[in-house]
């Protein structure tokens, strides 16, 4: 390996660090449709927004031709603490594969909270602060976007609050101390907190909760509290818009060491990841200045773009919350129960629903027997234990990789890896116990939530 | 904190890093005493730790006079998947706490491992390897070092097999299933698979074993079994060696931008981190070219080198293992089932031991409440969940830091911090939960242990 320059992993330093996030939306030629509110069916106003999310977010959400917005230096700041992070060359792996792609990866998961969801979870807690707001609410399923809106809000000293799904609180009781020991309240949903914990809770006695539930009981507990707001990790603008950071800085790494990808792979379930780490690569594609193979990677079991539909939908499973121009399922769709991780959402970002639309984006979907096959393989060689959600593109980028392999193609292969699997070692024990499952969606299930679209698509 | 031009993180270049290992003996003028045959009382040569050892080992845990010993490039290539580690400026924490001082911490625990583990775990795979054998034998508690050596075994395709406390393989399958992940067996110990598994089963039917029991299982699957040999995570001069890497590389750091430490802190269990953190400032301290304040922090419930006695001791509970010339607390000792995290070994390195009879070296001893209300204050600023054993010497790095607010000094205090508890939220939880408790060995406790010390000190 000594024949090449490029160092197992490349880190930026501090001033090479982006100083302002890139908003993709200002550089694509059909805008993604506005958020339209649900009981009348107009487009959502700042005024309608600004009493569930920060004004600064709002502004954020709704900017559609602003290419470049500073990152406020409290913000770099405190990205200074995990970030840069490194874009791994996966020497080991290549050798393995006996491939003549390069692979590269660039690694989120060297945080506690262990995801790339920290990036926006701290500018969120940023602009709250700012606003002189006591404080924040939010869902969790699993715990990651819980755990890194915690240690967002400790730095800051804002109070957080989590509805983490019941059974998760009770199943998986260490990312509930993790967020404890950050200082966040973590209340089991659904709850006596709230309006719609205490109906659901009186209707359905002994409920589990889902994260619909909890979704509804964090809006209601920021909107009925004085100095609370909302806060979301994936799917939104603004939430892409942040994690345009990794894209940023992994653009950087890239082309000091004059590197140019021929493809790039993210996993997608929201897409806060691959919405961030393409995006100044999509700039470039949008222009017409280079080209790239862009691919989402979906689980089979919840395949919003390929086996979705292009529509208008509820971005919640309670369809209380706006509508969303997105490929969805339906929102009434559920993934099998035995789908490991995230990635269970029903839709997509309305950023790369409708650049997937555009023809800009490829997307494939993939079993998890064969994600975590993959997982165990990179784990083996590279020493990181991925997150399940992150060997989506793992399995991906193998793939790709084995087609170099027949091809003798030298491509360079860039992927996401999102986060590490540390809390999800209940799905790696039914791997390696040889019992996980695949539960792929029939035509008639999806076909059977789709027709629930809402009215506003006829 | 734009005053400085010092990064939050401070990363070398991989050229930068070290390329051979510091040992430490070369250096000292009272060197080590030797391990001893608990049968003849005599030192124990080449011949004897062979079957045991891997022979390039037993020549490095014996060896006293070479001061730098090559890194081969194969165990480099590997450093280089997650090392160097960063050397961190503390500022939020300097800031929270009000102090003058400047606080640094050299973090290990960016890697699947969790720990500093990882770096002899990877030299004693490489060397077993390299000797043709089949495969190595451990045993592990909570699973700190089975998960680092299962990792680095299954980088060089070795066999693994590692023995877990029962109790700990029962109630803590995540560290468990991280190794099978990485193709090690994990076997519950006591086990039917060796002689002195079943006797003890026998004997004891029911038991939930303990550490003295998996050790000499491993060792006795190592010695009865054709190309297997045993090894270990801690305590050993060859640990000590290759934990170097900590110290040179937080040197080269440090030097790189004109930094002198005044403290530098560890955390003492068999003593391989803080033997491998301090290797070159030590180096300078015992040439009379450099002064530094080097402290070892010990848990009040386990405290070797505050309470304990300077003499030949077994290293194991099961007074089957080598004697060994250290402070210790008699090898029938045993800390609280209370204590938690590792720390817990009754011993201590004979290197380490000799350094701090001589007077190079300070020991304090912390409570483990304090120590948990160190390593939260320290997570919400500093964002990393540390791990048990490392937050001891975050409670002593903060102590210092408090004590420089008084007197207004503006000392540097360098640290290890040596990994993250992602897999101690059962402690963290009792923390949170206002229930955990100190409890600290009575004189008693310790005059009743000591008294069993081998004859050979007589």
Chains 1, 2 share one sequence.
């Not at 121009?325 to 839709?347: D, Q």
Request: proline share 6%.
């Amino acid at each position: 390996m000594s024949e090449t320059k490029i160092p197992y992993k490349i880190y930026l330093e501090e001033e090479e660090m982006p100083k302002a996030w890139y908003n993709l939306r200002a550089d694509m030629k059909n805008k993604p449709e506005p958020l339209l509110n649900p009981g009348t069916g107009k487009p959502l106003t700042k005024e309608e927004l600004s009493p569930i999310f920060c004004e600064e977010l709002v502004d954020q959400e709704l900017d559609d031709t602003t290419a470049f917005i500073p990152i406020p230096d409290e913000i770099r700041d405190f990205y200074k603490m995990y970030r840069p992070s490194p874009l791994v060359r996966a020497y080991c792996l290549e050798k393995k594969l006996g491939t003549p792609a390069k692979i590269y990866y660039k690694f989120e998961g060297n945080n506690t909270s262990g995801s790339h969801k920290l990036n926006s979870a701290i500018a969120q807690a940023y602009y709250a602060k700012k606003q002189g707001l006591k404080g924040v609410t939010t869902e969790t399923g699993a715990g990651q976007w819980g755990t890194a809106l915690s240690m967002a809000c400790s730095y800051f000293d804002l109070d957080c609050k989590v509805y983490m799904v019941k059974v998760s609180y009770e199943q998986k009781p260490f990312r509930r101390e993790v967020m404890r020991t950050y200082g966040a309240s973590v209340v089991p949903s659904p709850s006596e907190t709230t309006e719609v914990g205490k109906k659901i809770l009186s209707e359905h006695p002994g409920t589990t909760g889902s994260l619909g539930c909890a979704i509804s009981e964090a809006v209601e507990a920021a909107t009925k509290n004085e100095g609370y707001r909302y806060v979301l990790g994936s799917v939104l603008n603004q939430v892409l818009l942040h994690q345009s950071v990794i894209g940023l800085e992994t653009k950087t790494a890239l082309d000091k060491y004059g590197i140019k990808p021929d493809i790039i792979i993210g996993c997608a379930g929201g897409g806060s990841n691959l919405g961030g780490l393409i995006a100044p690569f999509m700039r470039e594609k949008l222009k017409g200045e280079a080209d790239y193979r862009i691919v989402a990677v979906e689980p089979a079991s919840c395949p919003s773009f390929t086996r979705g539909t292009f529509a208008y939908d509820f971005c919640d499973t309670g369809m209380i919350c706006p509508l969303a121009k997105m490929y969805t399922l339906g929102s009434s769709f559920i993934p099998s129960a035995n789908h490991a991780g995230g990635l269970r959402f029903h839709g997509m970002s309305t950023i790369l629903s409708q650049l997937y639309h555009d023809g800009y984006m490829e997307a494939v979907s993939v079993e998890q027997s064969s994600v975590f096959e993959a997982a165990e393989q990179f784990a083996r060689v590279e020493g990181i234990l991925p997150a399940p959600e992150s060997s989506h593109a793992i399995r991906a980028a193998i793939d790709e990789a084995l087609k170099c392999k027949e091809t003798g193609e030298e491509k360079t292969i860039v992927f996401g890896l999102t986060g590490t699997g540390y809390f999800d070692l209940v799905a790696y024990e039914k791997y390696n116990d040889g019992v996980m499952t695949d539960e792929i969606p029939t035509d008639e299930d999806i076909a059977a939530s789709v027709a629930k679209l809402p009215k506003v698509n006829a």
